[in-house]
T-cell receptor, first 112, second 110 residues
């Protein structure tokens, strides 16, 4: 079955450490996205990529980095510069920008 | 920048009652999308509206896109316990990004 796989589901890290969240899709979608969701709130865009080897900052990119070396993969690194990294991180993909998104099951990151 | 407001933030209904959530954008949209997120889950795409004044139905769910393409609504007729979750609208506009509303959390009491 086609879909998006995010791993791990739960992640715990100590403050000051960088951590990389994995996102893989086999839908052959060109566009991929990373969103952050805080409790009781909507989704805020961190980074997005419309094609391989190209990506753009979203509304809250500070403290995060991404890469898009393969069409299927769009990993997100949460750096120590991110002030409040504890959140639910969602990866999504779509055929093209602005068309209905398919979301992964998310990674809950807790920084202690 | 583009902002999408959604109301109400919370809604509790008795099973069998109707439910409506409203979405308003600060700018004209190319399309508006609706997603449902079950408790503990991830958003799932429900529908996309593109045309001014468009109305689409999915069983008990009715989606509308305003004439000015700046507002939208989702109406659920005769709610069931399976409708529980948070409903998000998301607008795609000139910024070429999908901006999500803050969601309406629906609780259905049996």
């Amino acid at each position: 079955d086609g879909g998006i796989t995010q791993s791990p589901k739960y992640l715990f890290r100590k403050e000051g450490q960088n951590v990389t969240l994995s996102c893989e899709q086999n839908l052959n979608h060109d566009a991929m996205y990373w969103y952050r969701q805080d409790p009781g709130q909507g989704l805020r865009l961190i980074y997005y990529s419309q094609i391989v080897n190209d990506f753009q900052k979203g509304d809250i990119a500070e403290g995060y980095s991404v890469s898009r070396e393969k069409k299927e993969s769009f990993p997100l690194t949460v750096t120590s510069a991110q002030k409040n990294p504890t959140a639910f991180y969602l990866c999504a993909s779509s055929v093209s920008t602005g068309i209905g998104y398919t979301f992964g099951s998310g990674t809950r990151l807790t920084v202690v | 920048g583009q902002q999408v407001m959604q109301i109400p933030q919370y809604q509790h209904v008795q099973e069998g009652e109707d439910f409506t959530t409203y979405c308003n954008s600060s700018t004209t949209l190319s399309n508006i999308q609706w997603y449902k997120q079950r408790p503990g889950g991830h958003p799932v795409f429900l529908i996309q509206l593109v045309k001014s004044g468009e109305v689409k139905k999915q069983k008990r769910l009715t989606f509308q896109f305003g004439e000015a393409k700046k507002n939208s609504s989702l109406h659920i007729t005769a709610t069931q316990t399976t409708d529980v979750g948070t409903y998000f609208c998301a607008g795609f506009g000139s910024a070429r990004q999908l901006t999500f509303g803050s969601g309406t959390q629906l609780t259905v009491l049996p």
